[in-house]
């Protein structure tokens, strides 16, 4: 595959300037891009129509950064407190790549990897990457990456969204990076930091022991991902939601909570939430990085039932999963509404915390629910027959190495075509790879079980 590359420079002039300390959620996901040593860089590929051209890109790619804060912000990591720099103008670089028709695939996902997995340099590059494949001088694939510390994944949604608006007048909507690092230096947002970390600290003096005990399985590299590609999880969840009255994610919360407890033989189960925050005022359009854990214990001990196998987990039918489910909401509305604080007052509490010998700190585990709207429930809940049925479809696969991660368990779930993906990272000198697949298939057959044995 023979390649030619070329570079524009795109410049912006937006409205703005200035510096500020970083905001919470830049500080949370900078700590761990530290932690783990990660880029942590986040976007994609898009294939394009026949009409683009590389003008066109370039243009919009001005506009974006020149609209967006976060998309001209640097970053001055070094110093104390670390801070974000916005510029009002300046330059971002388009990358062209010249490929052949049959090779062009296959050069944006070179670059798209290179992107991804190749630092920003914070102090001094925008954090915005782009580049377009090139087919005759006609573009074929829009590669885009941004860092982590500008953007979460439902600020690429809101820029997504901002798309149609890239000529209007008006500013963009949501809060900006800068006046909400000031604003959270004001006392109504550090009441309500303190009142999220008493939360936390409430949550953490009831957890019982560790969650994990040592593999007898362990591997090299450390960190192991499978991946389980279920349509029957996808309408189980649909089923037992619509009985429950809950969310499909509480039930998949609640599942999950049902299959760490089997295989690590500890309840309560418990969870780092991915908290969005997009449901606070001003928020929802924002274009810059709001995301930080809640905490979630998951109590999966109904009555005299706990960690049982068979009917949904407990032995009683489908009952069992709907009453962990409506804990769940209960639990997880909880963890939401205080997934947002300081962060550096969060790791003072938790270093406290660790000093207690009563308080054992151990909550290495994360659930990230990225489907979105797929996650809804429909109009008319599918049936047994139409779970059972999608069962046979169901895959499983080991996928990617690593030598570190964030935490030892990490479960990413992402909708499919009328499926439901599990991606589960997690360290194999706390659990067995064989313990991991049970969690997998333990997360779909508690869900599957309850939806085929309703209450009753």
């Known amino acids: 595959m023979h ?9 912006f002039h937006g409205d703005g300037a200035g510096t500020a300390p970083l905001t919470w959620g830049q500080w949370e996901i900078w700590q761990t891009m530290r932690r783990t040593g990660r880029t942590l860089n986040i976007g994609g590929t898009v ?34 407190p670390p801070r974000q720099i916005l510029s009002a103008s300046g330059a971002v670089d388009l990358d062209v790549i010249a490929s052949t028709s049959d090779g062009a695939a296959a050069a944006a996902e070179a670059l798209r990897s290179r992107y991804e997995f190749t630092p920003f340099d914070l102090a001094t590059e925008f954090p915005v990457r782009w580049g377009v494949v090139t087919v005759d001088g006609t573009p074929s694939h829009l590669v885009v990456q941004y860092s982590h510390l500008a953007v979460d994944g439902f600020g690429i949604e809101a820029l997504v969204r901002d798309l149609p608006h890239l000529a209007d007048d008006a500013p963009a909507g949501g809060v900006r990076p800068l006046d909400l690092a000031h604003r959270q230096a004001l006392p109504a947002e550090r009441r309500h930091s303190a009142k999220s970390l008493r939360h936390w600290e409430a949550a953490l003096r009831d957890l019982p022991a560790a969650r994990f005990g040592t593999s007898d399985d362990p591997r090299t590299p450390r960190f192991w991902e499978v991946v389980c590609h279920s349509p029957a999880l996808h309408l189980a969840l649909q089923v037992v939601a619509a009985r429950a009255g809950v969310e499909t994610g509480h039930v998949l919360l609640a599942a999950y909570g049902v299959a760490l407890s089997r295989v690590t033989g500890r309840t309560p189960s418990v969870a780092q939430v991915l908290v969005s925050n997009r449901f606070r005022p001003g928020f929802a359009d924002a274009v810059c990085h709001l995301t930080q854990p809640g905490i979630c214990v998951i109590d999966v001990s109904i009555g005299d039932v706990s960690i049982g196998a068979g009917d949904g987990g407990g032995g009683d039918g489908g009952g069992y999963l709907d009453a962990v489910a409506k804990r769940v909401w209960r639990a997880a509305t909880s963890a939401y509404l205080h997934g947002y604080y300081d962060p550096a007052d969060h790791r003072a509490m938790l270093d406290r915390l660790a000093a207690d010998p009563d308080v054992p700190i151990d909550i290495s585990c994360f659930v990230n629910d990225r489907r979105g709207p ?83």
């Open 3 to 11: 390649v030619a590359t070329s570079r524009l420079a795109v410049p």
């Open 374 to 456: 797929a996650a809804a429930l429909p109009a008319v809940p599918p049936t047994a027959d139409q779970v059972r049925a999608a069962l046979p479809g169901t895959t499983l696969r080991w996928d990617r190495t690593l030598p570190t991660y964030d935490g030892t368990f990490y479960l990413q779930v992402d909708a499919a075509d009328a499926a439901v993906d599990l991606a589960i990272w997690a360290d194999t000198h706390r659990l067995s790879p064989a313990q991991v697949e049970a969690c997998a298939r333990g997360i779909e057959s508690a869900a599957v079980d309850a939806a085929l044995n309703p209450p009753g």
């Open 47 to 80: 294939a394009l129509g026949p009409d683009a051209s590389v003008a066109e890109l370039a243009g919009t790619l001005g506009r974006l950064v020149s609209r967006h804060q976060a998309l001209r912000t640097r970053f001055s990591l070094a110093g104390e």
